[in-house]
């Protein structure tokens, strides 16, 4: 069935893999070993497939997981390639959040491009590492090299010690 194809091309390629490099200040997203074959659960209160635009749609809060990875938002759409032999694009809206143990990312938006390698999240962009947190306007992940460039006023607070 074309779901579950879908729902293991996605999510067990690249999106949960990768760091974030920003600003010189390294914040680790996901940086357990990645296993592609582990088993990736959707679940969602609804799914639209339409196969003439070459796309699936979950809505309701979606909720993504893979291994101790997950990511939550109210809406994900995926856009098919023109031939259909794999995945273009994946859109995550209405507020997303990304979780990896202590690690997290949040944003209005998503975007990840699995041609590309990257992730680029906007909107209200935090991403935190325990106590230490970055906030933007707008995140680029690139899941290829472990570099993020983060731009709109990048607010940094990295906690060094106990308190």
């Given at each position: 069935m074309r779901f579950r194809r879908l729902a293991t091309l996605v999510f067990g390629a690249a999106l949960f893999g990768g760091a974030a490099l920003a600003?010189?200040?390294?914040i680790a997203f996901g940086t357990m070993e990645r296993d592609a074959d582990a088993p990736v659960e959707i679940v969602s209160d609804e799914l639209s497939i339409n196969d003439a635009s070459d796309t699936a749609v979950f809505s309701g809060n979606v909720v993504i997981a893979q291994n101790d990875m997950r990511l939550a938002a109210p809406r994900v759409e995926v856009i098919y390639l023109a031939d259909r032999s794999g995945i273009d694009r994946l859109i995550a809206t209405g507020g997303?959040?990304?979780?990896?143990?202590?690690e997290a990312a949040e944003a209005d938006r998503?975007?990840?491009s699995v041609e590309a390698g990257t992730v680029l999240l906007t909107g209200n962009v935090l991403m935190t590492q325990g106590r230490s947190s970055l906030v933007s306007e707008r995140a680029t992940i690139n899941l290829d090299d472990g570099t993020a460039q983060m731009d709109g006023r990048v607010r940094t607070i990295l906690q060094t010690g106990e308190n």
């Open positions: 600003q010189g200040t390294t997303v959040t990304m979780v990896s143990g202590d998503a975007d990840y």
